[in-house]
């Protein structure tokens, strides 16, 4: 039993709707992918912010447990001398000392490489620093051991959770590096 031609123009026209709406539902399903991204997003930006805001008064406890007298906490710092830049989360600093914070919510290796960058410029781009002793500081929600380690090894201040309380996880013995 062959099927007519008019039959067959019939069931191309029906898989060509078909494919029309199979499209419709792909480029829906793109949309809502999208703005689903656009949500994790800022949902890591708010989640940045609230490290931020739960560091910045612990700040002047942990580093004067560290022998830094912390006469005040700067934040979201922003600099722009011609064609460069940088932002600073915390920056927490007395007359001789500046500790550039940088806060997220799950620290990566490139976070802290970035902040090494961040740190070499900090002088050049604000010379009211330059005579300072220019130190660095990581803290964040999740610290990967293996990211906590790098940071320590690179001279940084690792910050983290401990229970309730903020704490830096540096041992006694540690020495940040100075810029």
Known sequence: MSASADEIWAILRELAQSQKETDRKFQETDRKIKEVTASIGKLGNRLGDFIEDAVRPAAVRLFRERGIDVHEVQQNVSVQRGE?????????????????????????????????????????????????????????????????????????????????????????QFAPTVW
């Open 84 to 172: 460069e830049g940088i932002e600073v989360d915390l920056m927490v600093v007395n007359d001789t000392d500046v500790v550039a914070v940088e806060c997220k919510s799950n620290l990566k290796l490139d976070d802290v490489n970035e902040h090494l960058t961040r740190l070499a410029k900090l002088k050049r781009l604000l010379p009211r620093y330059a005579n300072a002793r220019v130190m660095g500081a990581v803290a964040a929600m999740v610290i990967p051991d293996n990211v906590a380690r790098y940071a320590y090894s690179k001279g940084l201040f690792v910050i983290g959770q401990s229970g309730e309380h903020l704490e830096i996880r540096n041992d006694a």
